[in-house]
């Protein structure tokens, strides 16, 4: 094992971590009969199979400076979700000597790991059942979960990052540093709308109370089976005004042909629950540059994340929300 961990392809980091799951697990009172890769795109994720049906190990990428992102603090709330709700959360699997969370090691792995194991959720994401109905759903089951956060007392210990800014989780911001990338001639533009955005989000901050938020509650961080919506992967989860995560689930639809069907379809599942968030007309919209600026961000520290000849597409897509950011062009209605 003479070659670094990072210098691996996702493969072959992954067959390092599968003795890391194994190591992990035997503090599980599980029968382990099969352990298979789902992905390692990010954390290195494993399906369990045991004669009591399938469940589901991750293994946490750690993060240097992110001290934040607590895996407890996820937990946690996971579990009162779940308790307190019927939101269909997956449920954690405590260990043996009743952790919710679990800390393992593995030769060729250079530090400890933070493992969680959850219970099987079945189904297709919500983008492969995309449909004003189902959209529908995800407004109420967000409005669902943001009334539970409203109302509920963590632990002392429970502790994650604000959502304060466009870059929320406390990584430098590079895309406007010289010569990092191409920006294609919209350098003062991007500039322009990070300023104003990120005034635009303090200001929510001081007028707004902060609750929990999901933080990436996207199409793919949801399943759907007989009609119930069961979200996952809270890894993200942040303190911040409501409407951040209203703008986090919909940006990822924005510009799509049924944009505005879906985002109506999901403003009335959310209002079924509680009142909008959007304290004005546009409002929502005008923060989409902040999840926009923080992929490009995340994609230009990340040397694993290449875009190719997608890259111009990718930038060129940022200056069209920083122009609705600025109010440079008009907002839909819903």
């Excluded at 949801?222 to 986090?248: N, Q, R, Y």
């Amino acid at each position: 094992m003479s070659k670094p961990f990072a210098d691996l392809t996702e493969s072959g980091q992954a067959r390092r971590l599968r003795p890391l799951a194994l190591a992990a697990l035997a503090d599980y009172d599980l029968e382990v009969t099969g352990l298979r890769l789902i992905t390692n795109g990010w954390n290195g994720v494993f399906r369990i199979d045991t004669p009591g049906g399938p469940c589901v190990i991750r293994i946490t990428r750690p993060i240097p400076g992110a001290d934040d992102r607590s895996v407890a603090s996820e937990v946690e709330f996971m579990s009162a979700l779940a308790a307190e709700t019927d939101v269909a959360v997956p449920p954690v699997i405590r260990s043996r000597a009743g952790e919710l969370v679990t800390v393992a090691s593995a030769e060729g792995v250079p530090e400890p790991r933070e493992c969680v194991v959850f219970g099987w959720i079945g189904g297709p994401d919500l983008a492969r059942r995309r449909s004003a109905e189902n959209w529908g759903k995800l407004g109420e089951l967000m409005g669902k979960m943001h009334s539970f956060a409203e109302a509920w007392t963590p632990s002392a210990d429970f502790h994650v990052t604000d959502y304060d800014s466009c870059i929320p989780y406390g990584e430098p911001l590079v895309v406007l540093e010289p010569g990092r990338t191409e920006l294609y001639g919209l350098e003062n533009l991007l500039r322009e709308a990070t300023e104003v955005t990120n005034e635009r989000i303090t200001s929510l901050g001081r007028e707004v109370p902060s609750i929990v938020l999901h933080g990436d509650l996207h199409q793919w961080n949801v399943k759907v089976k007989h009609g119930v919506l069961s979200p996952f992967d809270f890894e993200d989860l942040l303190t911040g005004a409501p409407i951040l995560d209203v703008m986090t689930s919909l940006y990822y639809v924005y510009g799509d042909d049924d944009y505005v069907e879906l985002a109506r379809a999901f403003k009335a599942g959310y209002e079924s629950r509680r009142p909008w968030p959007e304290r004005e007309p546009g409002e929502m919209e005008r923060l989409f540059f902040a999840r926009g600026l923080d992929l490009l961000n995340a994609v230009l520290l990340d040397g694993s994340l290449e875009l190719g000849s997608d890259l111009e597409t990718f930038v060129k897509r940022r200056g069209r929300l920083a122009r609705v950011a600025l109010s440079r062009t008009q907002t839909t209605r819903l």
